[in-house]
Structures are given as C-alpha cells and as structure tokens.
C-alpha cells in the first residue's frame, strides 16, 4: 500500500485524507496544533483508518522511518508555507509534493474548470459565476477558497460538469497542473508578502494559472491588470477579454472580446446582457465583479436569460459587506473578509458616511495610503480591535485623525459603536477589519460570525 502524508488538519486537509484513503493510500495527517478542536478530528480519522499526528512538525526522514517505507506523496494544506524546511527536504529527495487542489485536480481534470484569482473579490466573482452556471442546470459547485475543500469536490458521487473554483495563491503555488478552461484575475495589490516576499514573486504565482487557462478575463480597471494589458505582458493572450464599468472606450484590447457597463446596461458589443441594477449588493467594485461573472458565463455559453435570472436573486456572500440588521436606523454591515488595506478602503467607499468603523486584529504589510483617505472622509469614529490596535491608533494621530478609540475586543466594539452611532448620526456601523483575524478568531468566517451573533442579540 503507498504512503502519503498530509500536512494541516482544517477543511482542506481532512478532505485529502480522506480522498487519499478511498483511492487506497495508507495515510498519516499531521498537524502544529493541539487544540480540543483537532483532538476530536484525531478520533474521527482514526476511526476510518487515518492516523493523525498533533503538535508534529513534518520531516520526511523521520516519517519514512516510521513507515519502513518510501514515502511516496506529501499533500500540503494551503495555510501551510511551501518552503518550510520539510516540504523543500521532500522535494530533495525526490518525494512527489502537491497541494491539496493539485490533487483534486488529478481527479477532476476532465472537467471543465474556471478558475478565479486575484487579491480581492475573488470570493465575489466566484459565487457570482457558480449562481449563473448553477442558474443555467448546472452541476457547478464552488470550491477552494470558498465553499467546499476541493477535494470534497473530488470525492462526490458525480462529477461536476463545470468547477468554478476560488484559488488564492497558496493553491496556486503548490498546485502547478491545473489548466482551467476559462481563467479570471480579478484585482492586483500586495498582499501576502510576509509569505511570498516579493510583489513580483506574487504576481508571477497568479500569472501562472493565467497562462494555463484556455481563455482569459482580466478586470480592466485594475491599475495593475490595466498595465499589463497594454504592454501585453505575460500571461495575456491576445483574445482575453477585458471589462469595464467605464464603458466600451475603456476597453482593452479587442472590444468586440469585451464586457462593460453602459447607459446602465451590462453589455457586449454585440448584445445587451442584463440592467445593471439587477444587482442588488452595494459598491462600485461589486459592478465589476459582475462583468467577469458574465464575461466567464459568456464564453461558457450560458444564455443571458439564465445570467439575468442568477444576478436578479444573487443575495450576496457572508462577510463581504453583508447586511446583519438594522437598529434605529443604523445599518450593521458585516465585512469581516477585507483583510487587507485595499479591500477595507473598498468596504468604506461602499457605504453610506458617516461611518462607525472596526477595525484592527493582525495587520499586514501593505500600503495604507488609500484606507486612511477614506476613513478621513467617511469614518466619524473608529473602534480598534486586536494586536494592530496600538499602531492603528497611532498611525491615525500622525495623518490627524483623533476619533479613534482602543476597544480590544470585539464585544467592547459593538457596543461602542452603539453608543457612538446616534451621537454621530452614523447611518452605518462597518466591521471592516484591514487586517487577518490569526490574533484573535481562527478565521475571518469565525470573525464576522461573532459580529454578527453579538449584533443580532443586542439589536435583532
């Protein structure tokens, strides 16, 4: 029986396990943590015949003694950085490394794929896409970075006749194969660098799937994607289609490939698609997340009617600008995935000023600038949570802003900003982090639930 070895016991993890297991590996699953949660996974995969090993840093040597067996596959989790020590000892000796996508696309590519990357609205554009395909009768399940594990995905008893999959660039960087048939790079900005180092490392990694695909959308009105179309640089094929919310003149490239929005129509050259107001989610950036959603759906085939009928009921995705309740006329707006500066300066231009804003927990490298200026033009209070709080106070007090408060934690903030927001006459009250949520919650989902359970208990 061959050995594989997984690394990382989330969602990820335990679904490559298990797919590993059915296919006849003998399998063994290791993990940094101890904690009650992974405890409880531990017995579960014992009892189907995984062994899992906690507190464990991975070292090849060492597993294939334990085995007195070559081992012949190490399949990595996407949290986990694919230069660690033991992953780059496995590649030395010659031990086959992929990342859980990977292996569910050795299972899975016969099928169709749209793969969609970029630094935000990803999540967005990729439910967007899977609501169209799914609205069409498709079996078009979202997964990756959202939704399902891939390999989830893998193991169901039919396969899909379409994989619309988010891939951050973790998945991307230990998934080398995979070749969707249609591609979509959705924004450009730095992110991630504490594990990818350099911006050009970062942009070659999302490149990559982009030159794999067999055709190609690009978000025309990135700056950064803009640029790289018009010096057509790699990984752009000369039919990519580009969008614009800026309307047909905005285009690059061939326009009769292009997807934009004009006289408040999503359209082609050729056709009218849908009006845009179909689309009930807040935000300019929310516009252009629809037009690579269509432009995927088009070059898929999909009939307007079938886009049209997706957008008109889409309700949105949890933890991007999500409306949790109103309370005395004040929103409660739940954005709990703006990690970064970017995303969280997009969640602020979305709403309504004057603005109550949390935000804070384990800031990221990045360029600030951008948030700054919209929380001087739109936040009237900012309550900060988390490790970064200190030094988003004092970053504030440098640019003058001096309507911060320290809050620390996400209980003290709600309640706060309910007590600040009649006094503001805020009309919102944004969680828009700008940073991850390691320091504090186990993910952004874990992050934004608790907002909104606090939110509905004290104003539902």
């Known amino acids: 029986m061959p050995n594989a070895y997984v690394i990382g016991l989330g969602k990820s993890g335990?679904?490559?396990?298990r797919l590993l297991k059915r296919k006849g590996w003998q399998v063994t699953v290791s993990?940094?943590?101890?904690?009650?949660?992974?405890?409880?996974?531990?017995?579960?995969?014992?009892?189907?015949?995984?062994?899992?090993?906690?507190?464990?840093?991975?070292?090849?040597?060492?597993?294939?003694?334990?085995?007195?067996?070559?081992?012949?596959?190490?399949?990595?989790?996407?949290?986990?950085?694919?230069?660690?020590?033991g992953l780059v000892r496995a590649r030395e000796l010659g031990i086959e490394t992929i990342g859980e996508t990977e292996l569910a696309w050795q299972f899975l590519y016969d099928r169709p794929w749209v793969g969609i990357t970029g630094t935000n609205g990803k999540t967005t554009t990729t439910a967007l896409i899977a609501a169209i395909f799914q609205a069409a009768g498709f079996n078009a399940?979202?997964?990756?970075?959202?939704?399902?594990?891939?390999?989830?995905?893998?193991?169901?008893?039919?396969?899909?006749?379409?994989?619309?999959?988010?891939?951050?660039?973790?998945?991307?960087?230990?998934?080398?194969?995979?070749?969707?048939?249609?591609?979509?790079?959705?924004?450009?900005?730095?992110?991630?660098?504490?594990?990818?180092?350099?911006?050009?490392?970062?942009?070659?990694?999302?490149?990559?799937?982009?030159?794999?695909?067999?055709?190609?959308?690009?978000?025309?009105?990135?700056?950064?994607?803009?640029?790289?179309g018009e010096q057509s640089l790699h990984p752009i094929h000369a039919d990519a289609c580009w969008t614009s919310v800026n309307g047909k003149a905005k285009l690059i490239g061939d326009p009769a490939n292009g997807v934009y929005i004009e006289d408040g129509w999503v359209r082609t050259q050729a056709e009218l698609v849908l009006p845009v107001n179909l689309l009930r989610m807040p935000g300019g950036h929310n516009r252009q997340n629809l037009l690579m959603a269509v432009a995927a759906a088009r070059l898929a085939g999909i009939d307007k009617s079938a886009i049209a009928c997706a957008i008109a009921t889409f309700p949105g995705v949890p933890h991007r600008l999500e409306s949790i309740c109103t309370w005395q006329g004040i929103h409660f707006i739940n954005d709990s995935k703006a990690t970064n500066y970017d995303a969280a300066e997009v969640g602020l231009s979305a709403v309504k000023a004057p603005v109550i804003?949390?935000?804070?927990?384990?800031?990221?490298?990045?360029?600030?600038a951008g948030w700054i200026a919209a929380i001087q033009a739109k936040a009237a209070a900012v309550l900060l949570i988390g490790h970064a709080a200190p030094a988003f106070s004092q970053r504030l007090q440098q640019v003058g802003y001096?309507?911060?408060?320290?809050?620390?934690?996400?209980?003290r903030a709600v309640k706060r900003a309910a007590d600040l927001a009649p006094q503001h006459r805020a009309s919102v009250v944004l969680l828009s982090?700008?940073?991850?949520?390691?320091?504090?919650?186990?993910?952004?989902?874990?992050?934004?639930?608790?907002?909104?359970q606090l939110c509905q208990e004290r104003f539902g």
Request: charged content about 20%.
């Open 14 to 17: 335990v679904a490559a396990a």
């Open 31 to 85: 993990d940094s943590g101890i904690a009650d949660s992974l405890q409880q996974q531990q017995q579960m995969l014992a009892a189907e015949g995984i062994t899992v090993n906690l507190g464990e840093s991975f070292d090849p040597t060492r597993v294939d003694a334990l085995h007195a067996a070559a081992l012949q596959r190490v399949v990595v989790s996407p949290g986990v950085p694919w230069d660690i020590p």
């Open 141 to 228: 399940p979202a997964f990756g970075n959202i939704g399902y594990a891939a390999c989830e995905v893998a193991m169901g008893t039919q396969k899909p006749d379409w994989a619309i999959a988010e891939l951050s660039s973790y998945q991307i960087e230990s998934s080398p194969s995979i070749a969707p048939k249609i591609g979509v790079w959705t924004t450009f900005t730095p992110d991630h660098l504490s594990r990818h180092k350099t911006l050009e490392r970062y942009s070659s990694i999302k490149a990559h799937l982009l030159h794999q695909a067999q055709a190609q959308v690009f978000n025309g009105d990135d700056p950064y994607l803009r640029r790289l």
């Open 357 to 368: 804003l949390i935000a804070g927990g384990e800031a990221k490298a990045g360029n600030d």
């Open 402 to 411: 001096t309507n911060a408060e320290i809050v620390e934690t996400m209980d």
């Open 433 to 452: 982090p700008a940073c991850a949520s390691f320091d504090q919650y186990q993910n952004f989902e874990q992050r934004g639930d608790h907002f909104r």
